[in-house]
């Protein structure tokens, strides 16, 4: 079997290699490396007054993010 070259991939091939290759554990660990180094950003703290609001906004943007990425039927 040869050596697949996960740092080459972009995050949706490296995903889309994973969910196609599931029994791959190295492909699962790389995976996982990616997403934890990805900088956390903060939405709204629990304090500020407009919580719901950022909140949200936030889901909105992810859902239209989503449905963006995905192929045309």
Do not use: C, G, T
Not at 38 to 59: H, M, N, T, Y
């Amino acid at each position: 079997m040869s050596q697949v070259n996960f740092d080459a991939m972009s995050d949706a091939e490296l995903k889309r290699y994973f969910l196609s290759n599931r029994q791959d554990q190295a492909a699962f660990q790389a995976y996982l490396d990616r997403f934890s180094q990805r900088p956390k950003s903060l939405i709204a703290s629990p304090s500020d007054p407009d919580f719901d609001a950022k909140i949200q906004a936030a889901i909105r943007q992810k859902l239209e993010s989503s449905r963006s990425s995905q192929p045309a039927k």
